[in-house]
Nanobody, 124 residues
Framework: QVQLVESGGGSVQAGGSLNLSCTVS????????MGWFRQAPGKEREGVAA???????RYADSVKGRFTISQENDRSMLSLEMKTLKPEDTAMYYC??????????????????WGQGTQVTVSS
């Protein structure tokens, strides 16, 4: 059974940075798309960043140039480096796995599985 456990969330002021981590346990075939989505109260789920088995990355326009996704240790660790944070980045962030058909950021908005989430709060 696959488990995804996120950590690293917190509260920062606008312009600040946070690094999220996701520990992946259990077997996930490397053909799957992995990444992060976020959801704020009353808003739809938004795919934020995706990475495939080759390390190719894709980002939502809203975070492009500010967020960086990476994977390590044969995809057992997933990270999301977030810089120049804005109040609109405030949300619960989830590490997720999605089908491999198209590994785009939006793909992570309809994941196959995800962790419990970690809260990110950005104050103005």
């Amino acid at each position: 059974q696959v488990q995804l456990v996120e950590s690293g969330g917190g509260s920062v002021q606008a312009g600040g940075s946070l690094n999220l981590s996701c520990t992946v346990s259990g077997y996930i075939h490397n053909r799957y798309c992995m990444g992060w989505f976020r959801q704020a109260p009353g808003k739809e789920r938004e795919g934020v960043a995706a990475i495939d088995k080759f390390g190719t990355t894709r980002y939502a326009d809203s975070v492009k140039g500010r967020f960086t996704i990476s994977q390590e240790n044969d995809r057992s660790m997933l990270s999301l480096e977030m810089k120049t944070l804005k109040p609109e980045d405030t949300a619960m962030y989830y590490c997720a796995v999605a089908p491999p058909r198209s590994c785009e950021a939006r793909t992570l908005a309809t994941p196959m599985g995800w962790g419990q989430g970690t809260q990110v709060t950005v104050s103005s």
